[in-house]
């Protein structure tokens, strides 16, 4: 199969699991999805550094392997085990409404990534509008979940789409940059680890319509 | 290697703080290190003012733009590491021991993250080093561990960062027009630069508004500053007077070096009309929050995306005029306001709330607080002989004079609202009898001394304008191509 469709294939393949992750309702099931798009995209990475000769791009998979497929699942896979059952909460908008949404959210991509999908001369430009897809899903994911770790999981989402942007559009930025994203997404997880716990302690519950003293 | 130096100084500080077990040890580290800086800080911009060129080293480049901050930094980083000091002897005692050394340590690790923002020629780097402010202050402001403090924190931590991941974005979409012309420019400001007259402008645009709604947010433009009045007000009063003071003027950094490239490839009409609408839009917010604010730290919370949105409208009128203001504003906010904060924090320590409607007779009772309160915030407002006055009044002559009258004008009666109702609330706080029982005593008295500086410099400011300091200030706008 030729470099470029296999990019399209697998950014389709990344796009997917942004849906399904929407969908499903149990935390652990949102973590899962988000394991295996993260798995695809260093699938991503690995494919651009073979065929786009980018010899530095295996190495960014492979810290991203470490990274995105197995530690940040398992600290949220721990969270989940320590906050216990969650209830369910209903989202402010339910399953089909935000599937709609998303369906527009993927429209309105397309037309806004043109400028970039037309100039670039890369084999991979196909998939950018479907990672610009991704980040819109991601941003409204955490903007509109009530429960603090599936907007956790949004803001990761978010973070994946643009890192394949950055794969497709140029096969990545520069390592010192790429490397240095990495560590504060880390950071800034194990930091809303501890939130989420102290979230549930103060609250007995991870629902974030509490939080909503602060005002005017 | 001067600048390695700058950053040493906050790094060491912070790994040390976070090593002892004595806290008069923890505490003057802290000092020293904050005098330090502002030492070294004062050479970097000596030896960028006199020789007239830029200091590098590998990834590390400060030119005048960058000197500006550093000065912004350093400086209002000393005042309030001295208040910090009194602040927090008075909050928490010794079996809060932890909390204390974690307080200092992240505290210079704050100052870290921003001299390296702001000292670097990768843009990318930037990034990395502004998302580290966030990280660096997300448990400074649940200091006090409680359900208002952890909300805040929350909602700082992930709106922030999806915030910056949107300027990302936009970085790389920079980073794309620009690898078009040069394959290796590895996201170099003075490449990008240099090479700004050839990129495609439709990328370019389209990279400039991720970055303004991105580095915004940061900034504390609205409608993306739902995060700062609960972060701001919740945070222990030191953090609050770096966060407005000095932590906000550098998401604005980042927006003026991404302006610059933009002026260049798409004409200066692009970027000034986004930054116009979401100045005033700024302005409006705040004006409807401020005019019957009910909590002290949050009414100077709003003030901050308030002045935020006038230097934007500075940036956005532009030309020399327009940009000049908005510099001398960014160096007036941060006085008055950090200023401000601080004292807030007396405040609180005196009464114990943070409801404006608990605060009475302020002037008699903690008199050296209550007179430094009035001074700063009639500075605040725009009031002369202060310097926020010149710097507004040199913004709006800006505005008339590049023909955006319209905006001009709503942003001046928009001003004029806010200082109403500032002075409304400000009024009910500092007279009256204060509430039995009281006796005349400031809570805090020699860690407010420092703050006779920044009185006596808004006051400076507000008279005059020295000829260094003038010609200073058109080199850092000529780094950000804006001339006379």
């Known amino acids: ?216 | 290697m001067i600048l390695i130096l700058l950053l040493l100084i906050p790094g060491v500080a912070s790994a040390l703080i976070a090593r002892t077990e004595k806290r008069s040890i923890a505490a003057l580290t802290h000092v020293c290190a904050n005098l330090a800086a502002l030492i070294v800080g004062a050479i970097v911009i000596g030896q960028i003012y006199l020789s007239q060129r830029e200091v590098s080293w590998n990834l590390l480049r400060a030119d005048s733009l960058s000197a500006f901050m550093v000065g912004i930094i350093t400086f209002v980083g000393a005042i309030v590491g001295i208040y910090a000091v009194g602040y927090v002897n008075a909050e928490f005692d010794d079996t809060q021991f932890r909390r204390v050394r974690l307080f200092y340590s992240l505290f210079q690790l704050f100052i870290l993250t921003m001299l390296f923002a702001v000292t670097t020629d990768n843009l990318g780097v930037m990034w990395v080093a502004i998302e580290g402010t966030t990280l660096a202050t997300v448990f400074l402001v649940n200091l006090h561990d409680n359900h208002t403090g952890l909300e805040a924190a929350y909602k700082y931590l992930i709106l922030s960062s999806v915030g910056i991941a949107v300027a990302f974005m936009g970085t790389v979409f920079m980073y794309y027009a620009a690898v078009a012309q040069v394959s290796d420019i590895g996201l170099s400001w003075t490449a990008l630069i240099a090479v700004a007259g050839r990129l495609d402008p439709t990328i370019v645009k389209l990279a400039f508004v991720f970055i303004l709604i991105g580095y915004g947010t940061k900034a504390g433009l609205a409608p993306m500053h739902t995060w700062l009045p609960d972060a701001h007000s919740e945070a222990p009063a030191p953090i609050s007077a770096l966060m407005s003071g000095v932590l906000l003027n550098v998401g604005l950094y980042a927006l003026m070096r991404f302006k610059a490239v933009t002026d260049i490839t798409a004409g200066q009409a692009f970027a000034s009309a986004w930054l116009m609408r979401f100045g005033l839009l700024s302005l409006a917010l705040s004006a409807g929050f401020l005019i019957s604010q009910r909590n002290y730290k949050r009414m100077l919370a709003y003030s901050s995306v308030e002045h935020t949105g006038i230097v934007a409208l500075g940036l956005g009128f532009g030309g020399y005029w327009g940009t000049l203001g908005a510099l001398l504003h960014m160096v007036n906010h941060a006085l008055a306001k950090s200023m401000l904060f601080l004292l807030s924090g007396n405040i609180l320590l005196k009464y114990r709330t943070t409801e404006i409607r608990g605060i009475r007779g302020l002037l008699r009772a903690a008199p050296w607080t209550g007179y430094a309160f009035l001074c700063g915030i009639l500075a605040l407002i725009g009031l002369p002989p202060f310097g926020p006055f010149v710097s507004e009044f040199i913004i709006f002559r800006g505005g008339f004079a590049m023909h955006s009258t319209a905006y001009a004008v709503t942003g001046v009666a928009l001003v004029a609202v806010i200082f109403a109702g500032m002075l409304a609330s400000v009024n009910s706080m500092l007279y009256g009898a204060p509430p039995e029982p009281w006796q005349s005593r400031d809570p805090l008295r020699w860690p407010l001394a420092p703050l006779a500086l920044n009185l006596l410099l808004l006051l400076a400011l507000g008279l005059t304008l020295p000829n260094s300091l003038r010609e200073f200030l058109s080199r850092v706008l000529k780094t950000i191509g804006v001339s006379l």
């Not at chain 1, 849906?19 to 099931?29: E, K, P």
């Not at chain 1, 509109?144 to 559009?169: D, H, P, V």
């Not at chain 1, 240095?180 to 880390?186: A, S, W």
Request: proline share 4%; glycine share 8%; aromatic share 8%.
């Open chain 1, 1 to 216: 199969m030729p470099f470029g469709k296999i990019a399209n294939l697998l950014s389709f393949l990344f796009l997917l699991m942004s849906f399904l992750l929407i969908v499903r309702n149990s935390l652990a099931g949102q973590v899962r999805m988000f394991a295996v798009q993260s798995g695809i995209l260093a699938a991503l990475a690995g494919v651009v550094a073979s065929f786009g000769g980018r010899l530095e791009l295996f190495g960014v998979a492979g810290v991203f392997t470490i990274i995105k497929v197995i530690v940040i699942p398992n600290v949220l896979n721990r969270t989940v085990a320590r906050i216990g059952m969650q209830r369910a909460v209903a989202p402010y908008l339910g399953t089909s409404a935000t599937l709609v949404v998303c369906a527009v959210l993927v429209v309105i991509a397309f037309t806004a990534m043109s400028p970039i999908t037309g100039s670039d001369p890369l084999p991979t430009a196909d998939g950018i509008p479907l990672a610009f897809a991704g980040v819109l899903i991601g941003l409204f994911t955490t903007v509109t979940r009530r429960r603090a770790l599936t907007q956790i999981l949004g803001f990761l989402m978010l973070e994946n789409s643009i890192f394949m942007i950055a794969l497709l559009a140029t096969y990545g930025v520069p390592l010192i940059v790429e490397i240095g994203v990495f560590l504060d997404v880390l950071v800034a997880v194990l930091i809303l680890e501890v939130f989420v716990y102290r979230i549930k302690q103060n609250f007995d519950s991870i629902d974030v319509k509490q939080l909503g003293v602060l005002r005017g």
